[in-house]
């Protein structure tokens, strides 16, 4: 990782929408949206203010001096750092991006989506040493809804992993490792959103290729003590893998995280999502306990309520990419 900790340790949120959309990028186009999450989140664009941008694009600029400062750049890659990011941008801007909508889908089970064009123009200024990104306003609106329903993770963590495909299982173990310790991923899906290469299609292919090498290089991030997968199967076939993890860090107590999100929304901060969830299922305690609770808590609760209501709808529902193993069996053997 890189050496400079201020920067790696900066923190970037995307909507859980992002984390599980379908999308085929090369490692320097995920790195710049990833510059661009952290711009968006620093600037936190209202729907409103979304919807008056001209042309409905959000113009970013990233620079080759920025780009240095937060992903590991060899010296040899250095001196074609400039055309490398221009052709990152340059094949970004003929890209979409699949958001799923499930609240939509057929009764036959047929997915309802959205497919949205990263960027609208994309401008490149060697003089100057940077690219402007004009991204999508109507995809800025729906990644950026990080209130709840939301991923968080260290930009130099993400963005300095060796595969585009070990960071989008980067992103989607982030999704849960607050909220549970062990996640099931169905293969199918696996390949459908994340565009694994068709090299990959024989299950032990893609475990010896990526997903052992994957998971060596996870574990040597500072966020886990140990992570792990398990082959599920259905009679013979490999149908999923589930990934238990234990987090470096002993997970805070419910009241702990409670009190973290008063904090937090006190100081006007945006509390972890983590953290508003115990609020809102500790306030009780709290209040019975004679903690002083503030009006601007009391009314962030009530938003967050507000706002998760519709995703608790769904989440009662089986998710397409967290699946029931009832029928299944668990080995570690490489049988496929």
């Not at 780009?67 to 490398?84: A, P, Q, T, V």
């Not at 290089?217 to 199967?233: A, C, G, P, T």
């Not at 009314?299 to 608790?312: L, N, T, V």
Request: net charge neutral; charged share 30%; with cysteine.
């Amino acid at each position: 990782m890189t050496e400079n900790n201020s920067k790696n340790d900066l923190t970037v949120r995307q909507a859980n929408a992002l984390t599980t959309a379908a999308y085929s990028l090369t490692r320097y186009e995920k790195r710049l949206v990833y510059m661009c999450l952290k711009r968006i989140n620093q600037e936190n664009p209202t729907p409103e203010h979304l919807k008056t941008m001209e042309y409905g694009q959000y113009p970013i600029t990233i620079s080759n001096k920025e780009f240095i400062e937060y992903f590991e750049i060899d010296d040899e890659s250095k001196k074609n750092l400039s055309r490398d990011i221009q052709r990152a941008a340059q094949s970004l801007h003929e890209k979409s991006v699949v958001i799923y909508l499930p609240d939509e889908d057929s009764k036959d089970g047929e997915k309802a989506y959205d497919a949205i064009h990263w960027t609208t123009k994309q401008s490149y200024r060697p003089k100057r040493g940077h690219v402007v990104l004009y991204l999508n306003a109507e995809l800025i609106s729906i990644i950026n809804q990080t209130t709840s329903n939301y991923t968080q993770l260290l930009i130099g963590e993400a963005g300095n992993l060796s595969s585009v495909y070990t960071m989008r299982l980067y992103e989607a173990i982030n999704q849960w490792k607050n909220l549970r310790n062990n996640l099931i991923l169905d293969v199918d899906w696996m390949r459908s959103r994340w565009q694994l290469p068709s090299s990959y299609d024989r299950t032990a292919v893609l475990k010896k290729r990526w997903l052992n090498p994957a998971i060596e290089e996870l574990n040597k991030l500072h966020i886990f003590k140990s992570l792990s997968y398990e082959d599920v199967r259905k009679g013979t076939k490999t149908v999923a893998f589930k990934f238990t993890w234990e987090l470096s860090k002993k997970a805070p107590s419910k009241l702990s995280l409670a009190r973290s999100a008063i904090k937090a929304i006190n100081a006007n901060l945006q509390p972890k999502q983590s953290e508003m969830v115990a609020l809102t299922e500790q306030i009780g305690e709290l209040l019975l306990n004679g903690e002083d609770i503030s009006p601007a808590v009391l009314s962030a609760i009530k938003k967050f309520g507000e706002e998760s209501k519709d995703a608790k709808g769904t989440s009662m529902k089986k998710s397409d990419d967290v699946i029931d193993v009832t029928d299944y069996e668990i080995v570690t053997d490489d049988e496929d």
